[in-house]
């Protein structure tokens, strides 16, 4: 697999475009110098089916599965979603504020959504994700590096890093490791 992505006024070149009404414009234009890991699956642990997508773009039937009350009406999305098979779905531009992190800090500063990129990993805290997303992870990390040199290795987090004690995402199958040591 030989993925090259590539930045264009705050869209990814190579990733299919689902757009998503729920973002605003930054506080501050350019401002983005922080790049989160989050994970999602709907319903949780499943990974058939488009209701992330459905979901991030607030078109879910939230009464298509009992887990679904639990998030009715809630309105959030990353800028990126990479599937179990390694498809990247964009639903944001990056220039935008995507509504991704909530109550948040990284480094004394609240509010990571204003200075951030989310990328959603479809997943759970405990399974392994698939050797798909961590290529494409990879290739997109140093794609949006280049685009947002502010994002340097030490700017990339995870949501459970930055909302501890809320949030547990990418969650303990993330290697890390892995995934920093790919990137050039
Ligand atoms: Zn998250």
Same mark, same amino acid.
């Given at each position: 697999m030989s993925t090259k992505f #590539? !930045? !264009?006024d705050g869209w990814v070149r190579g990733a299919r475009c689902c757009e998503s009404p729920n973002f605003n414009q930054r506080p501050l234009q350019g401002d983005i110098s922080l790049l989160v890991i989050h994970n999602i699956s709907l /319903? /949780?642990? #499943?990974?058939?089916? @488009?209701d992330v997508e459905r =979901? =991030?773009?607030? #078109? +879910?039937? =939230? @009464?298509?599965h009992p887990f679904y009350q639990e998030i009715r009406g809630v309105e959030v999305s990353?800028? +990126?979603?990479i599937r179990r098979d390694g498809e990247l779905v964009q639903f944001v531009s990056l220039d935008n504020r995507a509504w991704h992190a909530g109550m948040s800090e990284f480094e004394g500063r609240d509010q990571c959504n204003d200075f951030s990129i989310g990328i959603e990993l479809e997943?759970? @805290?405990s399974q392994s994700y698939t050797d798909q997303q961590y290529q494409v992870l990879s290739v997109l990390t140093q794609a949006i590096q280049h685009a947002y040199p502010e994002i340097s290795a030490e700017r990339i987090t995870g949501h459970s890093d930055i909302a501890p004690g809320r949030k547990t @995402? /990418?969650?303990e199958a993330f290697d890390w490791l892995r995934y920093r040591s790919s990137l050039k």
């Amino acid at each position: 697999m030989s993925t090259k992505f #590539q !930045v !264009v006024d705050g869209w990814v070149r190579g990733a299919r475009c689902c757009e998503s009404p729920n973002f605003n414009q930054r506080p501050l234009q350019g401002d983005i110098s922080l790049l989160v890991i989050h994970n999602i699956s709907l /319903p /949780p642990g #499943q990974f058939a089916g @488009d209701d992330v997508e459905r =979901f =991030f773009c607030n #078109q +879910l039937d =939230f @009464d298509s599965h009992p887990f679904y009350q639990e998030i009715r009406g809630v309105e959030v999305s990353a800028h +990126l979603f990479i599937r179990r098979d390694g498809e990247l779905v964009q639903f944001v531009s990056l220039d935008n504020r995507a509504w991704h992190a909530g109550m948040s800090e990284f480094e004394g500063r609240d509010q990571c959504n204003d200075f951030s990129i989310g990328i959603e990993l479809e997943g759970t @805290d405990s399974q392994s994700y698939t050797d798909q997303q961590y290529q494409v992870l990879s290739v997109l990390t140093q794609a949006i590096q280049h685009a947002y040199p502010e994002i340097s290795a030490e700017r990339i987090t995870g949501h459970s890093d930055i909302a501890p004690g809320r949030k547990t @995402d /990418p969650g303990e199958a993330f290697d890390w490791l892995r995934y920093r040591s790919s990137l050039k």
